[in-house]
């Protein structure tokens, strides 16, 4: 990769955060959009332009993706949002598109500082919004100094018909639609629950979990990505809480040997991802009193926390493909559950499959569709 690409892949446009009062609509601060920022939705965005169409040679420091803004109208520096998109180079150009609430992370950062200032008081109703900052815009690097080459391992997928499995396995889940199918073995789910509760027998209950197990897929027919989830890794001598768990070295000192072991008959398997359990009653098992005719309880204890995302920004970085599954309760004591991945650059929740089962060792690997790293002099 060269000087010149590794140009390319920062923002052409720098972009802001304008934090303004909801009621007055008084500017209470602005805040850059870093390329820190906007890792999560890069990485989102290879997926969605190179591996879901069948890109799996082009590595996530490959790929080309330049940022450019989506105005809400001509003329007009407010944002509706951003996209990453591909250069055409003779093919059709691919993207991948973000809204505005791609960037709430920012928002919050900002409102957060101001907080801490003691500026605004915590809860202080405020909104936001994107503009063009060309107060911070990148500089051009100069790719003629120097040379750089990178060598990155091809990503290592199972070709595997997915329309097939989709037949053969039951839908479950709801949220964004659109992504690429997530499937998980019947044996990895339950187990993935049994691990995740665990922690409600305790007095008080603390969050218990491990890490998920299972294979990146690539379709031979349509080009399409997919997961499957074949197992689960218990979280042994975790730092366990109420409201958090947290992987010692412990912990991973037991995992990482196990897949190294397990990769010897199966050289595709690879960490996926987390599951864990909220095992608390949201609202203290307060309810209203719909709750007591109600088919469903709306207050639930699933749901991605600042802490969530923090967790698999550090132990998954730069792999778009990972999952967060999480059990919990609603506040009348319903077992629920819900799973969540990458979309619009935050931690969606989102549909996935059940599996009766999946036998890898009957599935070809795919082979590389190009090479897996470049020079330059």
Known sequence: MTATALATTRAAVSLAILLRDKETRRLLAREPVTDADLAEARCEAWRETHLRKGRFDVALEEAVLRQRPVFKQEGDSRCAGFVFQTPANGTPAAQCGFTIHALNHVATRASNRLVAAQTIQPGHACVYEIMVDDTTRPAVIDADPFSMKVSTPPLQVLGVPLAELIAASQAEGEGVNGIHPVFFTVEALAEAERISRRGERE?????????????LLGCPATGEFGVVVTGIIEAVAAEQKLTSLLFTQESWSRILPIIRARRAAQPTLRLLGNAHGHNFLPNGGKVCERCATAAKCDLSGVFHS????????????????????????????????????????????????????????????????????????
Not at 203 to 215: H, I, K, S
Not at 337 to 351: A, Q, V
């Open 203 to 215: 007095q008080p209950p603390v969050e218990t979990g491990g890490a998920l197990v299972g294979m």
């Open 306 to 377: 600042d802490d969530d995302r923090q967790w698999m920004q550090s132990c998954f970085p730069r792999q778009p493909w990972a999952l967060s599954l999480i059990f919990g309760f609603t506040a009348r004591g319903d077992r629920v559950r819900g799973l969540f991945g990458l979309h619009d650059g935050r931690w969606l929740e989102r549909g996935f499959y059940v599996l009766p089962e999946f036998d890898p060792g009957r599935r070809a690997v795919r082979p590389d569709t190009g090479p897996s790293s470049g020079s330059t002099t």
